[in-house]
């Protein structure tokens, strides 16, 4: 069953650092997503793509946060400088119809 | 705008005992709605949905929920717990009609006592 991926599975940075967080969506999806989980609190939406640019964003996914689909299959969040608040549990979702299919999440821990 | 709110953070059940988990939302358009579980460092998987048509869906592992309008409640259960229900469970909601995004409730951690 095609599933969707990401990578790190973990990430360690420096406060002020740039990462980029890599997601591989399920092939055939069109709508693409990222979402974050700071550890005790709900997830929140951050940023939906699709036709290679951003449908919508949250208030979350400011002028330091950038998405993009480099090479048709990848799909990107890079954090341009990276704040203590910004460690969290980073999830990609493709969607299908009407749900979603989230990746494992990569572990962002800014130091 | 959409929002959720699961009732009880932390719920603890003997094992063959009922399970629910209760969930309520408010939306301006009828709601589609999903329960998610996660389970310790993995990512979120899809227990069940509900969009339109019948009220009372059934997912994987043995989860139902029911769509309450009234009530503007989608309770999931399951009538026997199991060890590996032991997780941590999430209800959704999404406008519908081509919009996606997910607002979720704040999770509901289930721990199963043999």
């Known amino acids: 069953e095609p599933e969707v991926t990401q990578t790190p599975s973990h990430q360690v940075t420096q406060m002020g650092q740039e990462v980029i967080l890599r997601c591989v969506p399920i092939?055939?999806?069109?709508?693409f997503y990222w979402y974050r989980q700071i550890l005790g609190q709900k997830v929140e939406f951050l940023v939906s793509?699709?036709?290679?640019?951003?449908?919508?964003k949250s208030e979350i996914f400011d002028d330091q946060f950038s998405v993009e689909r480099p090479d048709g299959s990848n799909f990107t969040l890079k954090i341009r400088s990276t704040k203590l608040e910004d460690s969290a549990m980073y999830f990609c979702?493709?969607?299908?119809?009407?749900?979603?299919?989230f990746g494992p999440g990569t572990r962002l821990t800014v130091l | 705008a959409q929002s959720v709110t699961q009732l009880g953070s932390h719920v603890s059940v003997s094992e063959g005992a009922l399970v629910l988990l209760r969930c309520n939302y408010s939306s301006s358009v009828p709601p589609y709605l999903f329960w998610y579980v996660q389970y310790p460092n993995q990512g979120l998987q899809l227990l069940l949905k509900?969009?339109?048509?019948?009220?009372l869906v059934k997912g994987i592992n043995g989860f139902e929920a029911e769509f309450k309008k009234s009530e503007t409640s989608f309770h999931l259960t399951k009538p026997s717990a199991h060890m590996s229900d032991a997780a941590e469970y999430f209800c959704a909601v999404s406008p519908g009609n081509n919009d996606y995004k997910l607002s979720f409730g704040a999770g509901t951690t289930v721990t199963v006592r043999a």
């Open positions: 979702a493709s969607i299908q119809t009407d749900t979603q299919y």
């Open positions: 509900y969009t339109t048509g019948a009220t």
């Open positions: 092939s055939n999806h069109l709508y």
């Open positions: 793509f699709y036709n290679n640019e951003i449908s919508e």
